[in-house]
């Protein structure tokens, strides 16, 4: 086989796990019948007793090119772990868009985010009895300047060998044009992957997967898009689920999860992988 024809190894990562009982039903349903070959866990989610833990831990047994790592979470509606954490709202962190503007204006303590992603790497350890594959974080905290930096710090000490997931995309420029948050993601990830390299902390060579969640597209050609020039190594971020209460009352994006899962566990996506020469690998 010559080099050309050699498959296009992708990361197929499902964001949330720990979000929901469906969230979790759905994402091992895939794991299982080899459809992800990553799942990021957010330690802090309401889903994430003993038994959640050990069923994943199961499905990861049946597919071996599973990764399993940590979705950090610095936003709301969640807790932190940590007792000092600030900024808060009402005892929660703060909402997304809050947590970003301090980070721009560098009004954030990198310290106490790293004392946060610390303990959640402990959190990870403590339940699944190893540090995790990789990192990344729930709404891309993990870009944002000064959180990135607490970050790095943690990942060096509790989590050495796992690499964290960055959010640049490898389209080209009118491509990328198209879609606002993607755009940011790559604008915040450039400055991103120098401070990773300059830290020694390897990340995806590409990212994929971001889109407007309200506008409910047709996500066989969003998917299509994803992987169009995606190079060897590359990361598509998914968002596989099953609708429930708790789901209804944390996270905005349900219907559209039952969407993306629906696809997944379908023919269609194998026959994607298959046309463009691309394998979960």
Same mark, same amino acid.
């Given at each position: 086989?010559?080099?050309?024809?050699?498959?296009?190894?992708?990361?197929?990562?499902?964001?949330?796990?720990?979000?929901?009982?469906?969230?979790?039903?759905?994402?091992?349903?895939?794991?299982? =019948?080899?459809?992800?070959?990553?799942?990021?866990?957010?330690?802090?989610?309401?889903?994430?007793?003993?038994?959640?833990?050990?069923?994943?831990?199961?499905?990861?047994?049946?597919?071996?090119?599973?990764?399993?790592?940590?979705?950090?979470?610095?936003?709301?509606?969640?807790?932190?772990?940590?007792?000092?954490?600030?900024?808060?709202?009402?005892?929660?962190?703060?909402?997304?868009?809050?947590?970003?503007?301090?980070?721009?204006? =560098?009004?954030?303590?990198?310290?106490?985010?790293?004392?946060?992603?610390?303990?959640?790497?402990?959190?990870?350890?403590?339940?699944?009895?190893?540090?995790?594959?990789?990192?990344?974080?729930?709404?891309?905290?993990?870009?944002?300047?000064?959180? =990135?930096?607490?970050?790095?710090?943690?990942?060096?000490?509790?989590?050495?060998?796992?690499?964290? =997931?960055?959010?640049?995309?490898?389209?080209?420029?009118?491509?990328?044009?198209?879609?606002?948050?993607?755009?940011?993601?790559?604008?915040?990830?450039?400055?991103?992957?120098?401070?990773?390299?300059?830290?020694?902390?390897?990340?995806?060579?590409?990212?994929?997967?971001?889109?407007?969640?309200?506008?409910?597209?047709?996500?066989?050609?969003?998917?299509?898009?994803?992987?169009?020039?995606?190079?060897?190594?590359?990361?598509?971020?998914?968002?596989?689920?099953?609708?429930?209460?708790?789901?209804?009352?944390?996270?905005?994006?349900?219907?559209?999860?039952?969407?993306?899962?629906?696809?997944?566990?379908?023919?269609?996506?194998?026959?994607?992988?298959?046309?463009?020469?691309?394998?979960?690998?």
């Amino acid at each position: 086989m010559s080099g050309k024809d050699l498959p296009r190894r992708i990361r197929l990562c499902a964001d949330d796990y720990g979000l929901s009982p469906g969230v979790n039903r759905a994402i091992r349903d895939l794991i299982a =019948r080899g459809r992800l070959n990553a799942t990021s866990v957010m330690v802090v989610g309401p889903a994430i007793g003993r038994d959640e833990i050990e069923a994943l831990q199961d499905a990861a047994r049946t597919n071996p090119r599973c990764a399993v790592g940590l979705h950090a979470t610095l936003s709301a509606p969640f807790h932190p772990l940590t007792l000092h954490f600030r900024p808060l709202d009402g005892g929660l962190f703060p909402p997304v868009a809050k947590l970003l503007r301090k980070a721009l204006l =560098r009004r954030l303590d990198a310290d106490i985010i790293r004392a946060e992603v610390s303990a959640q790497l402990a959190a990870f350890a403590e339940k699944f009895g190893r540090a995790p594959d990789f990192v990344d974080g729930h709404q891309h905290v993990q870009l944002f300047p000064q959180v =990135r930096d607490g970050f790095f710090a943690a990942m060096k000490q509790a989590a050495p060998g796992a690499w964290i =997931r960055q959010g640049g995309r490898a389209q080209p420029l009118a491509q990328r044009l198209r879609s606002p948050k993607a755009l940011l993601l790559d604008l915040l990830s450039a400055q991103f992957r120098r401070d990773a390299a300059h830290a020694n902390i390897g990340f995806n060579p590409a990212f994929a997967g971001a889109y407007d969640f309200s506008a409910a597209p047709d996500f066989a050609e969003l998917m299509a898009q994803f992987i169009d020039g995606l190079p060897d190594r590359g990361l598509v971020m998914c968002h596989p689920g099953f609708v429930d209460d708790t789901l209804k009352r944390l996270d905005p994006l349900t219907d559209q999860r039952e969407r993306e899962y629906a696809y997944f566990a379908g023919d269609a996506f194998p026959r994607l992988l298959d046309a463009n020469n691309v394998t979960l690998a």
